[in-house]
């Protein structure tokens, strides 16, 4: 059995940062891939950045410049630095980890941004 934890969402105003954390324990081969998706009320969830366990990573155009994505693979943790967030990034961000063929999922955490 896998678990995926996120944390680190919470309320912030206009312009702030936040930092998400995702750490990934029990029975998985590999982080082969990880990545942050998003989904705000009303609306699909849609994928916001991801990294591979090499280090390559990958962002929609609406975050990028904005938010960064890490990994410390020694903790089994990814990592979304998101800074300058706008009301537009409020959602709950959810974790994924693609463990071949397996995809596992978080609960997800919500993040808030109003002023």
């Known amino acids: 059995q896998v678990h995926i934890v996120e944390s680190g969402g919470g309320s912030v105003q206009p312009g702030g940062s936040l930092r998400l954390s995702c750490v990934a324990s029990g029975n998985f081969y590999t982080m082969y891939y990880t990545a942050w998706y998003r989904q705000a009320p009303g609306k699909e969830r849609e994928p916001v950045a991801g990294i591979t366990d090499s280090g390559r990573t990958n962002y929609a155009d609406s975050v990028k410049g904005r938010f960064t994505i890490s990994r410390d693979n020694t903790k089994n943790t990814t990592y979304l630095q998101m800074n300058s967030l706008t009301p537009e990034d409020a959602a709950v961000y959810y974790c994924?980890?693609?463990?071949?063929?397996?995809?596992?999922w978080g609960q997800g955490t919500q993040v808030t941004v109003s002023s």
């Open positions: 994924m980890l693609r463990d071949p063929p397996d995809y596992f």
